[in-house]
């Protein structure tokens, strides 16, 4: 609809008011005072008012458009038919990567003694399970070990003995030895080569428990060990864990074995799969999120703890009855849809819906599939749909007939009035700053086109931090309307392009003012919102 067609709408509109108040009574009145009189009193205004004739007979349903497949074109209004398919959800969201708890190993020696010889000796240090630390010498395990001998000797000469409770005292006291060796974590090979040296070792060597990295190194050589002392801390990085945060509002769409992806600026052409493991089982009060765990395969070794990720969670939510977002218009209160009724009939519907999911909400109840319904401009039809309701209610009022017009006086009744078909209503206002300061943060919103059309524009906002660095970690989205009373706001998403903007898709359907809200969401930050101004030109 043209903004035209508004200003001849309200112009007839404000033509009925004051005919309704100043003409009703008096056109009644000098109704007897002959037709050929009215006639010529009248006659230059009554052509003013063409069109009005039909206004008695008009019948408009409530909620109800008519809308040409011209006009339908110029609005751009798309049609499509309500369908079953599949929905998903992408969560996004950062985090940062860090060690697989269940693959960190804490070596400890369990008998105090002084350290020799130190194999594995620097921090970073990749060791082999099985392979070398460290030797110790200790004056406890070297006893130990004499005693175990003298145990076997025993034994070995009182195994013979024709007594049973010498032999089962004998092999008790072996055993008791050995499990004392074993308690320290002497090995069962240390053991066997024990057993056929027959001699005690000065020193023995402890081994890595299991492979990985040195992350932490506690001990050099010549030094004194306790028992409470933590020697190495040894981490597996074949695997690591994401902690990730996820708003409140998502965390009914996150579960535990659901597909998760992450990028890193480090490696932007690669894209790392893994899955959620756990999600925490409290809120961060102050960030309104909850921390979830994601588990990733690191065979290559890219992914370091402590790098910063971002994060896309895939949602599933099956098939489900869907129409596309920009097709719903919410007023607050109720949620409705524009029936295709053909020879372009809209009607309004008022339905219940579920989640919203990638562009598209579930529905609950009030529609049917296969029925079509308007896919975008919903709001222009709701304008036009009340502007007919207004429309069919003058056409009701008494003294609207064109038979009580033609009884006013034109030099009183309408003299005034000839005028108003010069009346024009479409001057825009100038567009406001396109650039605006809100906390640390700098907002630049700008369309493509460049000058801002009557149509289809893409909404483009780059948003730059304190620093001058252009933010790349928010959720970002536009609402948009005329700055014209009962104009419902339309809604669409930002998706961050290459070059760092956040961009949507938004259809100004006709020239004008038009007010732009744009909303940024940046986890643990409080969400922003500033208004801007564009002017659609034809």
């Known amino acids: 609809m043209k903004l035209k067609t508004i200003s001849k709408a309200f112009a007839l509109f404000v033509l009925g008011a004051a005919i309704f108040a100043l003409g009703y009574g008096w056109g009644v009145k000098t109704k007897d005072q002959g037709a050929a009189s009215a006639q010529t009193s009248t006659g230059s205004s009554m052509e003013n008012m063409k069109g009005m004739e039909g206004m008695a007979g008009m019948n408009m349903t409530p909620g109800t458009a008519m809308v040409s497949p011209e006009k339908q074109q110029l609005l751009g209004v798309r049609t499509t038919t309500v369908e079953a398919k599949p929905l998903s959800r992408t969560v996004r969201t950062v985090g940062t990567i860090t060690y697989d708890e269940t693959r960190v190993t804490h070596v400890h020696s369990k008998i105090e003694g002084w350290v020799e010889k130190l194999y594995a000796n620097y921090t970073g240090k990749f060791v082999q399970k099985g392979q070398p630390l460290f030797t110790l010498y200790s004056p406890d395990l070297l006893a130990t070990q004499g005693e175990y001998l003298l145990a076997l000797k025993s034994y070995e000469r009182l195994s013979s003995s024709s007594l049973p409770e010498v032999r089962s005292g004998a092999d008790s006291l072996v055993q008791a030895s050995k499990q004392r060796l074993a308690l320290w974590d002497i090995s069962d090979q240390q053991i066997r080569d024990l057993e056929q040296k027959r001699e005690p070792q000065k020193t023995l060597t402890f081994y890595a428990p299991n492979s990985g990295f040195i992350i932490k190194k506690d001990v050099n050589e010549g030094m004194k060990i306790m028992p409470d002392k933590e020697i190495y801390t040894i981490a597996d990085l074949s695997t690591v864990w994401v902690d990730a945060d996820v708003y409140e509002s998502e965390i009914p769409f996150i579960k535990v074995g659901q597909q998760a992806t992450i990028n890193l600026s480090y490696y932007p052409e690669e894209t790392f799969k893994g899955k959620i493991s756990y999600i925490y089982p409290y809120l961060d009060e102050k960030t309104r999120t909850v ?248």
């Open 291 to 538: 921390k979830v765990r994601l588990e990733f395969p690191n065979p290559g070794l890219k992914l370091k703890p402590d790098m910063y990720i971002n994060a896309e969670l895939k949602v599933d939510s099956g098939r489900h009855l869907a129409v596309p977002e920009e097709a719903v218009l919410d007023t607050g209160m109720r949620k409705i849809v524009f029936l295709d009724k053909g020879n372009g009939h809209f009607e309004s519907k008022e339905i219940k819906l579920g989640s919203k999911l990638d562009g598209f909400y579930q529905v609950v109840s009030g529609l049917n599939e296969g029925q079509k319904i308007a896919a975008s401009s919903v709001f222009l039809l709701d304008s036009e749909s009340r502007l007919s309701e207004a429309m069919a209610g003058m056409a009701g009022m008494e003294g609207m007939k064109m038979e009580g017009m033609q009884g006013m006086k034109g030099t009183e009744g309408t003299k005034g009035m000839e005028g108003m078909k010069d009346m024009k209503m479409d001057t825009p206002m100038k567009a406001g700053p396109a650039e605006k300061k809100v906390g640390d943060l700098t907002l630049n919103l700008s369309t493509s086109p460049e000058k801002t059309k009557a149509g289809e524009n893409m909404l483009r906002l780059k948003v730059i931090d304190k620093t001058g660095k252009v933010v790349k970690d928010a959720d970002v989205s536009f609402s948009y309307t005329m700055t014209m009373p009962g104009m419902a706001p339309s809604k669409t998403e930002g998706k961050l392009s290459k070059d760092g903007i956040y961009e949507g898709k938004a259809n100004l359907g006709m020239a004008g003012e038009w007010e732009v809200t744009v909303a940024v969401r940046r986890s643990g930050q409080k969400e922003i919102q500033e208004k801007f101004k564009l002017v659609a030109q034809q």
